[in-house]
């Protein structure tokens, strides 16, 4: 897998000039690729876009201590946001250059605990992608035992970029 790197400060970030002069798909495979630095999130909570093509993205994750709620369970905002990321990345990848998303609203469905240090994939695939909302389902599976343990939908929102 590639070594992931993550912006540090917003200067780190990729520019929106940057941003706005690619696909969604080659914006996403230049985070993978290590060519542009992935979302600060995704280090803070342990987890990185592993594969991306045409409607749809795969985010790796082992959720650690650092994410668990007091009764010592991975915490629910910690699935809510792989599956928003995965998801909504979904979505950018159908995006022509000069196009940008947000996320309108996500549901997710938590059918059982991830063990802390269990690694899982989650898989976003665009339902639809027209020129104003994106619809996508994403679950997140387990590894090596292939279980389901979440799943989630999504609508964003695809707008034209910002001008100068």
């Given amino acids: ?8 400060s ?4 990729a520019t929106f000039d940057t941003i706005l002069s690619m696909s969604g798909l080659a914006f996403m495979q230049a985070i993978i690729n290590g060519d542009l630095p992935g979302a600060p999130i995704g280090k803070t909570m342990g987890f990185v876009p592993i594969h991306a093509e045409h409607g749809s993205v795969t985010f790796e994750g082992t959720p650690q201590f650092d994410v668990l709620n007091p009764i010592r369970t991975v915490h629910g905002g910690w699935y ?3 599956l928003d990321s ?8 159908t995006l022509a ?3 940008i998303y947000t996320t309108l609203e996500y549901k997710i469905n938590i059918l059982r605990s991830i ?3 269990m690694t899982v994939h989650a ?9 104003s909302t994106g619809i996508a389902n994403g679950e997140i599976r387990g590894v090596e035992d292939g279980k389901l343990y979440a799943t989630g939908s999504t609508t964003c929102i695809i707008m034209n970029g910002p001008r100068k």
């Fill in 1 to 8: 897998m590639t070594q992931h790197h993550f912006a540090q």
């Fill in 10 to 13: 917003l200067e780190d970030l």
């Fill in 80 to 82: 809510g946001t792989v």
């Fill in 86 to 93: 995965c998801m909504a990345c979904a979505v950018q990848t």
């Fill in 97 to 99: 250059a000069g196009q």
């Fill in 115 to 117: 063990p802390p240090g």
């Fill in 123 to 131: 898989i976003g695939k665009v339902q639809h992608a027209g020129r």
